[in-house]
Nanobody, 126 residues
Framework: QVQLVESGGGSVQAGDSLSLSCAASGRTFSSRHLGWFRQVPGKEREFVAAIARTGSTYYVDSVKGRFTISRDNAKNTLSLQMNSLKPEDTAVYYC????????????????????WGQGTQVTVSS
């Protein structure tokens, strides 16, 4: 079992930066694949970025070159550095984790993530 708590959301202007953090409980953090998803009202939750337990990273095309996902296994923390923010990045952002030692993993598929945080709002105004 793992609990995830996001922080760092807020309201910014287009072009600004924000850094999101996700603190995880438990002692199996390093054995899990991790991801960030986002959701706007009326739409499905969509993949943003993921980092495998190997450290490999993946991004949706719309954030490549602007967002950076990272993890600190010693601190049980997942981060998302968001630069050059755009109004279309406005959403509630969720961190997510797979079960420990999952071998089958499709990083952009929500169903592979068993644990979710409560979400943090990011609002980007033009």
């Amino acid at each position: 079992q793992v609990q995830l708590v996001e922080s760092g959301g807020g309201s910014v202007q287009a072009g600004d930066s924000l850094s999101l953090s996700c603190a995880a409980s438990g002692r199996t953090f390093s054995s899990r694949h991790l991801g960030w998803f986002r959701q706007v009202p009326g739409k499905e939750r969509e993949f943003v970025a993921a980092i495998a337990r190997t450290g490999s990273t993946y991004y949706v095309d719309s954030v490549k070159g602007r967002f950076t996902i990272s993890r600190d296994n010693a601190k049980n923390t997942l981060s998302l550095q968001m630069n050059s923010l755009k109004p279309e990045d406005t959403a509630v952002y969720y961190c997510a984790a797979t079960n420990a030692y999952t071998n089958t993993y499709v990083y952009h598929n929500r169903s592979f993530y068993m644990y979710w945080g409560q979400g943090t709002q990011v609002t980007v105004s033009s």
